[in-house]
C-alpha cells in the first residue's frame, strides 16, 4: 500500500489533474504490482462512475424503495434475487440505483456452510428470507425480521459461498463448460460461464450477460483468493502464476542467460481475469469471479494498459448507449518470446505444453436484438516489435480512424501494453472460431 501511495503521488504532481481526479489507471501500468493496481483502479472507478450515472433512469413512486449500489448495502453482502422473476436483483438501467415497487420482494441468502443472515433487528436466524419493500431503504421481514428495518443493514455471518461447477453443456472443439454462481433456494444462479480445456488447462472463453444495469458496480470490495476448483488435478495453479514458477519455467524454455529480459520488475504475468471483477455489480458476484477458470497469464502491463482501457470504456459505452449484450472473453495462440539463438519459442507456465501463455486476448460484445457486434482483439506480448504485432493482425482494424469509435481511449500501436485492433464478427470467427456464428448481419456494434 506504501508503494500505491507513492506511486499517486508522484504521479499526480506530474500531471495537471483537477480536484478529486486521479491520474488515469494505464499512467500507473509499469508502476503498479498486480494487487496494488487494482487497489488503484477500485478507488479511481469509484470516482470516474459517478460520471457514469444517469439518474433520470429512476422515477420515484409513493412508498419506492430505492438503494444506491454504492452506499446503501452492507457486507458481507447476501446475494440478492429479485423474487418475482427469480433472477439476480439488479439497478434500474445505468442509474447506480436499485428501485422496488412498495411490496416488491427481494430474496435475501447467504448461501454456504455455517451462513446466515444477520441485522441488528434480527429475531430468527436464517440462511435465506424474503424481504418485501415498504419505503425509501425500509422493508419488512414477517418471522425473522422485527419491524420495517433499513435494508442496508442486512449482511451475512460470513461472505456467500460461490462455486463453479461442471455441466454436460459442450463449447468449442467438445470442450466443457463450468457455471459459476450460487445455489439459492436449490436453484444455481449462474454468475458467468467459462469453456475449458481440461488437458491444456486452458480457458478457451468465459461469456456472461452485460447491459446498461452493469455501468455502475460496487467499489471497495475485499478480493478474495484465488481459487482452482476441482480443474487442476495434479497442478497448484497458484504456484505456476509465481514468479519464481514464471522464471523457472521461461528460464528453461529460453535458456537461463535470457529470462532476465522478460521477467523483470515491471514485466510479469498476472492472473488476467477473463470476466472481470468491475463487470459485476454486486459484491458476492464480483467476488466469485476469482476463480481460475476465470484466468489466463497476462502480462502485466498489459493487464492494466489497453486491456483495462477496454474493459472499462465497454462497460461504460454498452450503458451509455442502451446495448443488451452477451460478452465473450477468451484467448487464443501461445505467445513467443526468443530463446539464446535468437528463434521464437512457444510459452507455457506448466509442463506438458499445459498452461499456455496466449499470444490473443479477446472480447466479443453481442447485440442479438440489434443483430450486431464487434471484436476487440489485443496481442499478449510486449516483446514483439511493432512490425511484427503488425504481421499478427488478421484483419481490417475497424475502430482506428473510425469515430464510431472514439469512445475507446487505447493506444492501438502501443505494444509494450498491448497492440490492439477491431474485427468484423465474420473475419474474427475465419480466425478464431471458438465463439457460436452469431448473426451479425447489421453490421458492428459501436
Not at 6 to 28: D, G, M, Y
Not at 312 to 322: E, M
Not at 353 to 371: E, G, H, L
Not at 388 to 399: H, K, P, V, Y
Request: glycine letters at 6%.
Amino acid at each position: 500500500m506504501f508503494r500505491l501511495i507513492l506511486a499517486i503521488t508522484s504521479v499526480t504532481l506530474a500531471v495537471s489533474a483537477i480536484p478529486a481526479t486521479l491520474p488515469h489507471p494505464s499512467e500507473l501500468a509499469f508502476r503498479l504490482g498486480e494487487e496494488e493496481f487494482e487497489d488503484y483502479l477500485d478507488k479511481w472507478l469509484e470516482i470516474e462512475e459517478q460520471k457514469w450515472l444517469n439518474v433520470s433512469a429512476t422515477v420515484t413512486t409513493r412508498n419506492a424503495c430505492t438503494l444506491r449500489v454504492n452506499g446503501d448495502l452492507g457486507q458481507p453482502q447476501p446475494v440478492y434475487i429479485h423474487r418475482s422473476r427469480n433472477t439476480f436483483l439488479t439497478p434500474t438501467g445505468n442509474s447506480g440505483q436499485i428501485r422496488l415497487n412498495a411490496n416488491e420482494e427481494v430474496i435475501v441468502s447467504c448461501p454456504g456452510p455455517s451462513r446466515l443472515i444477520r441485522h441488528p433487528n434480527i429475531i430468527a436466524n436464517v440462511q435465506t428470507a424474503t424481504a418485501r419493500c415498504i419505503s425509501n431503504n425500509l422493508v419488512s421481514g414477517v418471522g425473522w425480521l422485527n419491524g420495517n428495518r433499513a435494508f442496508g443493514q442486512l449482511t451475512c455471518s460470513n461472505h456467500p459461498f460461490y462455486e463453479a461447477q461442471q455441466t454436460n453443456q459442450r463449447c468449442f472443439n467438445n470442450h466443457v463448460v463450468i457455471r459459476t454462481g450460487f445455489i439459492v433456494n436449490n436453484v444455481f444462479h449462474t454468475v458467468y460461464w467459462s469453456c475449458f480445456d481440461q488437458n491444456r488447462m486452458e480457458v478457451l472463453y468465459v461469456w456472461h450477460n452485460q447491459n446498461p444495469t452493469n455501468a455502475v458496480h460496487q467499489t471497495g470490495v475485499d478480493r478474495p483468493s484465488w481459487l482452482p476448483g476441482a480443474f487442476f488435478p495434479g497442478v497448484n495453479i497458484n504456484n505456476v502464476y509465481t514468479q519464481n514458477n514464471q522464471r523457472n519455467v521461461i528460464g528453461r524454455l529460453v535458456g537461463t542467460n535470457m529470462v532476465g529480459r522478460y521477467i523483470t520488475a515491471t514485466q510479469f504475468l498476472a492472473r488476467g481475469h477473463l470476466t472481470a471483477k468491475s463487470d459485476h455489480v454486486f459484491a458476492s458476484a464480483q467476488r466469485s469471479t476469482f476463480f481460475f477458470i476465470n484466468a489466463a497469464p497476462q502480462w502485466q502491463p498489459f493487464n492494466a494498459g489497453n486491456w483495462n482501457n477496454l474493459e472499462q470504456n465497454l462497460r461504460r459505452r454498452i450503458g451509455a448507449a442502451g446495448y443488451n449484450t452477451v460478452i465473450y472473453t477468451g484467448t487464443f495462440g501461445v505467445t513467443q518470446l526468443r530463446d539464446g539463438n535468437g528463434r521464437f519459442v512457444n510459452i507455457f507456465l506448466e509442463t506438458n505444453n499445459r498452461v499456455p501463455v496466449p499470444q490473443y486476448f479477446y472480447k466479443v460484445a453481442y447485440d442479438a436484438s440489434r443483430r450486431r457486434g464487434t471484436a476487440f482483439i489485443s496481442i499478449n506480448n510486449p516483446y514483439y516489435t511493432l512490425a511484427e504485432a503488425r504481421g499478427l493482425q488478421f484483419c481490417t482494424d475497424r475502430c482506428r480512424n473510425n469515430a464510431a469509435f472514439n469512445w475507446i481511449n487505447w493506444q492501438p500501436d502501443r505494444v509494450d501494453i498491448g497492440y490492439s485492433f477491431c474485427c468484423t464478427i465474420a473475419d474474427f470467427r475465419r480466425r478464431i472460431a471458438h465463439i457460436p456464428n452469431f448473426d451479425a448481419s447489421n453490421g458492428l456494434l459501436s
